[in-house]
T-cell receptor, first 116, second 115 residues
Framework: DTEVTQTPKHLVMGMTNKKSLKCEQHMGHRAMYWYKQKAKKPPELMFVYSYEKLSINESVPSRFSPECPNSSLLNLHLHALQPEDSALYLC???????????????FGPGTRLTVL | GENVEQHPSTLSVQEGDSAVIKCTYSDSASNYFPWYKQELGKRPQLIIDIRSNVGEKKDQRIAVTLNKTAKHFSLHITETQPEDSAVYFCAASIGYGGATNKLIFGTGTLLAVQP
């Protein structure tokens, strides 16, 4: 399996809802990433997990809560979002072999989130 | 922090012509430069990348050049085809030896190849 999968593909939620986005990969990658992409803009890094531990948080508001329950899964829990949080949320993963400081990031298809 | 500028923002070429997209990065410690292609409604996909110890890399119709002194890198697509039409993002990354690499993306170039 050489793909990153994400569910759901689309999500519409109200500002008081709680929902979760899910990402899965079975390539043995030990780094996983969450990006946010607004229309006609580049992906913007939110969080990075390395060996299931949070290694980078790009000052993301606490209404976004990441979780990495095991080496294949990455979740993003959403609570009390704002309409401006509507975007495409992309998950990515990459290898972390020792001695290799730069590795290709494989992206999932994304979850298109609309906050009403 | 790292900043990546990308030009042009839009590029229209005739089928068979060449296309060139240019990026400039700010952090001299950057050591990895991937290029991603994103079709409408699809995920970004890596098309080519280059490490800082290499000046040029080619893969069929696609080539990337890197000028570390000037902090410039460029994507060259030859013999363009309509299926090359997409948004192209450059990125720069600082690797930390065994740790994650943080990608900073350029603003994107919308390439339209006219048949």
């Amino acid at each position: 399996d050489t793909e990153v999968t994400q569910t759901p593909k689309h999500l519409v939620m109200g500002m008081t809802n709680k929902k979760s986005l899910k990402c899965e990969q079975h390539m043995g990658h030990r780094a996983m990433y969450w990006y946010k992409q607004k229309a006609k803009k580049p992906p913007e890094l939110m969080f990075v997990y390395s060996y299931e531990k949070l290694s980078i948080n790009e000052s993301v508001p606490s209404r976004f809560s990441p979780e990495c329950p095991n080496s294949s899964l990455l979740n993003l829990h959403l609570h009390a979002l704002q309409p401006e949080d509507s975007a495409l949320y992309l998950c990515a993963s990459s290898h972390l072999p020792s001695g290799m400081p730069y590795n290709e990031q494989f992206f999932g298809p994304g979850t298109r989130l609309t906050v009403l | 922090g790292e900043n990546v500028e990308q030009h042009p923002s839009t590029l229209s070429v005739q089928e068979g012509d060449s296309a060139v997209i240019k990026c400039t990065y700010s952090d001299s410690a950057s050591n990895y430069f991937p290029w991603y292609k994103q079709e409408l409604g699809k995920r970004p996909q890596l098309i080519i990348d280059i490490r800082s110890n290499v000046g040029e890399k080619k893969d069929q119709r696609i080539a990337v050049t890197l000028n570390k002194t000037a902090k410039h890198f460029s994507l060259h697509i030859t013999e363009t085809q309509p299926e090359d039409s997409a948004v192209y993002f450059c990125a720069a990354s600082i690797g930390y030896g065994g740790a994650t690499n943080k990608l900073i993306f350029g603003t994107g170039t919308l390439l339209a190849v006219q048949p």
